[in-house]
């Protein structure tokens, strides 16, 4: 099974961040993306590619992408293309994320907001693709 799959992010929640590591109040996985699309300013760093592995990083996307709502996270979904989507942009994400097709809309608009200008063209291409498939 794609550890990337909605499936296996439901029932491994080793991606929910260890707040206790933190000196933090523990979070389960609904509390923590709750708390991120309400204020991903402050969450930011929950996805930051420096503090965590692509793993990680990329099951808490996906995790805060499933529950997330337009237009009311278009704040939360446009940082989460513009970091940590960006940050891992590759042949690598686009076979992760095929299991994700066709995508939702919130998938498409933070998907959207990577910055693709210094991307391959064939990298652009398959984004391109991807993107359009309903």
Do not use: C
Request: no cysteine; hydrophobic share 50%.
């Amino acid at each position: 099974m794609n550890v990337f799959a909605r499936a296996a992010i439901a029932a491994d929640l080793s991606w929910v961040p260890d707040m206790a590591a933190l000196d933090g109040p523990p979070v389960t996985a609904e509390s923590f993306v709750k708390a991120y699309l309400a204020d991903p300013s402050t969450w930011h760093w929950s996805t930051d590619m420096l503090n965590y592995p692509r793993e990680i990083v990329l099951r808490r996307v996906l995790a805060i992408i499933a529950q997330a709502r337009l237009p009311d996270h278009q704040l939360a979904l446009g940082q989460l293309g513009a970091g940590p989507l960006e940050d891992l942009m590759s042949d690598a994400l686009l076979e992760d994320l095929r299991t994700w097709m066709p995508f939702t809309p919130e998938m498409r608009y933070a998907l959207g907001n990577v910055r693709m200008n210094v991307e391959p063209p064939t990298l652009r291409h398959r984004l391109e693709a991807m993107l359009l498939y309903r």
